[in-house]
Structures are given as C-alpha cells and as structure tokens.
C-alpha cells in the first residue's frame, strides 16, 4: 500500500546542485493563416536537430514543448537559446511560426493527442475551461535543485508567485493580463491551487495529496476518469484495491498546483513568452529562488501581496503595489545574475525588460492587447 507520507518526503529530496532545467511550451501558427489548426505531423516533420539536446514532446493541441536537459545557469539557457533558434527557423521554412504568448486567442481548442491519459483527462475536466487548458495555453516551466535548504526554495517560490505572474502576464483575454491563469484558476482547485503551506512541507504536500480529487484510475479496461468526487484517501473504496506506489506516483502527476515538488522544485506559474523573452523569465526566477542575498530583498518586497494570485493575473503590472514589488525583485534579480555566473548580455536583457515593463508598468500583455486591437 503506497505511504504518502513517504512519497511526499521522497519529493522534496534532490541533489544540492544549483542546475536550471527549463521546459518551454510554443503554440505554433501557420505563418500564412494563423486562424488555421497546425496538425502535429506537419510540425513534427519540420523539425531539426538540435544543438542543445531538448527533448522534444507534443501537448494535447498541438502545442511544442522544448525540454532542456539540466545544467548550470549560463549553459542550459545557452544551449536552450540554440535549441529555440533552430527550431524557430527550421519552422519557418516550412511556413509556420512560434507564438510569443500563453493562450491561443486566434483559435478554437481542438485536440489532437487521443492517449488514454488525455481521454480520461478530457472526461473529468469541465468545458469549456479542460479543453482550452489541454489545447490552447502555453507556459515556461522552471525547474530548479533544492539546494542545501529545500524548506528555504520552497517558501520563496510561494511567496514570489504573485509577483512573477504580474512581471510576465502574456496572455491576455477577457479582461485578464494572464488568460491563461485565469482558465486555470476555474479547474478543479483541489489540484491547481497553491498548497496551503504550515510549516512543514513534506506535510503540507502529503495533505495535498490525499485531499485533491482522483482524475483517473487504472482498471482492467485501462484508465478509467473518476468524476463522483473522490480524493485520493477514497482510492481503495474506488478502485476496489488499495492503491500502490505506481497509484500514488500516477495521481501526483495529475495535480498541477503554482509550485510543485518532484525531487526538484517546478514553477509552474510562468505565461508562455516569445523566443527573446523566456530567458528573462528564467533567469529572474532561477536568480531570486536560488540566490540567498536575492531572496531576501524579494521575498521582503514580495510577501504584502504573497496572495494576491488573482489579482497578479488579472490586473498584471497595472496594479500599483504588485509593480512595486516587481521593481525590487528585478533589481535584486539583476544584481545576483553575475554572480550567479550570467554573461552580461542576459543581464542586459533582464534589465531591459524592466525598463519596458516593470518600470512602465506594462506587463507583456499590454503590448499584446495593443497588437490585437491595432
């Protein structure tokens, strides 16, 4: 029978390394007509390869994933940079392009993966919202080690949250700056939504995981999607058995809360950015989570509006105090860079960026609200 409590300890044991691994989500668009669906065949068949060794996977719509292996700061975003250069022009080659934002607001969600995993997923999520969470949006997910103090990485990743969706909000949509957090944040809240922190995180994620729904179940026909309800702590009432390790291991798959534990720490609350943005967002998050000297600043800047994730993504930057705390963190970001061992274009750049946005502030989807309405 699986011990959660077990597992849960296991998720936050990793190496003490500071590696960066970054998983990259592109909608892709035919360059011609961009209102067209682009089947994964025709993306697949473009493809090169790559310099940087990204692995390459495909989201339920179609959408590109680039899976950088880890490294050291200065390498995984070098090699990813090349990895998303050659990808961008072998693409355009064959007509399409990548898309610089985190929700389609040019098409319809239509899915293309018929695995069992997307079938039961498909089932138990609601509509309008599972469709356009399984086929329309795209993220930047950071991956980081836990480094010597994981309680430490996992506080800030929290408490920075807010602050990060505002400074990178690109997916603009019903009134929203983040779209995309907005279609999730309308999920089932039992997996999405942050976890509830009390002290000790090996608990606080052992209550997460016992409490948040059951998605699917594996019976004899397969993956069967469970939809009376039921929590994990309901598994052997379900399914007729108690649930093994392989049960557990499963179910933590299909929960998707802001920050999740795996044996290295995901932020997964990052909108999808263009192909000269994302490594400002990498960097900015790997500089204020693993930097001590950074944190400190931000998570002073960052805790008066630590829960403010609702409004973080739907208003962005235009809120005063959330630019306010964005401006702190950037500039505690930029100063940890080089010691972090950034070349000084990505400083530049990060700079850059919150002379544009932060500074101004004018999340990214401003600019994408003035493209959409020029």
């Known amino acids: 029978?699986?011990?959660?409590?077990?597992?849960?300890?296991?998720?936050?044991?990793?190496?003490?390394?500071?590696?960066?691994?970054v998983e990259l989500e592109f909608l892709v668009f035919d360059a011609e007509n961009p209102v067209l669906p682009v089947p994964i065949a025709r993306i697949a068949g473009a493809l090169p390869a790559l310099p940087g060794g990204s692995r390459v996977t495909f989201e339920p719509g179609g959408q590109l994933e680039l899976s950088a292996p880890p490294d050291v700061l200065p390498a995984a975003i070098a090699k990813l940079t090349a990895d998303v250069d050659a990808v961008r022009?072998?693409?355009?080659?064959?007509?399409?392009?990548?898309?610089?934002?985190?929700?389609?607001?040019?098409?319809?969600?239509?899915?293309?993966?018929?695995?069992?995993?997307?079938?039961?997923?498909?089932?138990?999520?609601?509509?309008?919202?599972?469709?356009?969470?399984?086929?329309s949006t795209a993220s930047v997910q950071v991956n980081l080690d836990f480094g010597e103090d994981p309680r430490a990485r996992w506080e800030r990743a929290h408490v920075l949250g807010p602050v990060l969706v505002a400074a990178f909000a690109n997916s603009p949509a019903d009134g929203w700056a983040s779209g995309r957090q907005a279609v999730w944040s309308r999920l089932d809240p039992s997996r999405t939504a942050p976890v509830m922190r009390g002290g000790d995180p090996v608990d606080d994620w052992a209550r997460y995981l016992l409490a948040a729904r059951l998605m699917m179940v594996r019976g004899t026909g397969g993956l069967v999607p469970v939809?009376?309800?039921?929590?994990?702590?309901?598994?052997?009432r379900v399914a007729g058995r108690p649930p093994g390790e392989a049960d557990l291991a499963y179910h933590a798959t299909t929960l998707f809360p802001p920050?999740?534990?795996?044996?290295?720490?995901?932020?997964?609350?990052?909108?999808?950015?263009?192909?000269?943005?994302?490594?400002?967002?990498?960097?900015?998050?790997?500089?204020?989570?693993?930097?001590?000297?950074?944190?400190?600043?931000?998570?002073?800047?960052?805790?008066?509006?630590?829960?403010?994730?609702?409004?973080?993504?739907?208003?962005?930057?235009?809120?005063?105090?959330?630019?306010?705390?964005?401006?702190?963190?950037?500039?505690?970001?930029?100063?940890?860079?080089?010691?972090?061992?950034?070349?000084?274009?990505?400083?530049?750049?990060?700079?850059?960026?919150?002379?544009?946005?932060?500074?101004?502030?004018?999340?990214?989807?401003?600019?994408?609200?003035?493209?959409?309405?020029?």
């Open 89 to 135: 022009l072998a693409l355009a080659r064959a007509g399409l392009r990548l898309g610089g934002r985190g929700l389609d607001a040019l098409r319809p969600p239509v899915r293309q993966l018929r695995e069992p995993r997307y079938e039961a997923m498909a089932a138990f999520l609601d509509p309008p919202d599972g469709a356009t969470m399984m086929c």
């Open 227 to 236: 939809l009376d309800g039921s929590a994990f702590r309901d598994f052997a």
């Open 259 to 374: 920050v999740r534990p795996r044996g290295w720490l995901e932020v997964r609350y990052l909108d999808a950015q263009g192909a000269a943005e994302w490594p400002v967002c990498v960097a900015v998050v790997h500089a204020l989570v693993t930097d001590d000297r950074a944190a400190g600043i931000a998570l002073e800047a960052a805790r008066p509006v630590a829960r403010r994730w609702a409004d973080a993504a739907r208003l962005g930057l235009a809120d005063p105090d959330l630019r306010r705390s964005a401006a702190a963190c950037f500039r505690a970001a930029a100063e940890a860079l080089p010691r972090l061992g950034a070349e000084p274009r990505l400083v530049a750049r990060v700079r850059a960026f919150a002379s544009r946005h932060i500074e101004s502030g004018r999340s990214p989807a401003a600019d994408q609200m003035e493209e959409m309405f020029a």
């Open 1 to 21: 029978m699986a011990d959660v409590q077990r597992y849960a300890r296991d998720c936050f044991r990793g190496v003490t390394a500071d590696r960066l691994g």
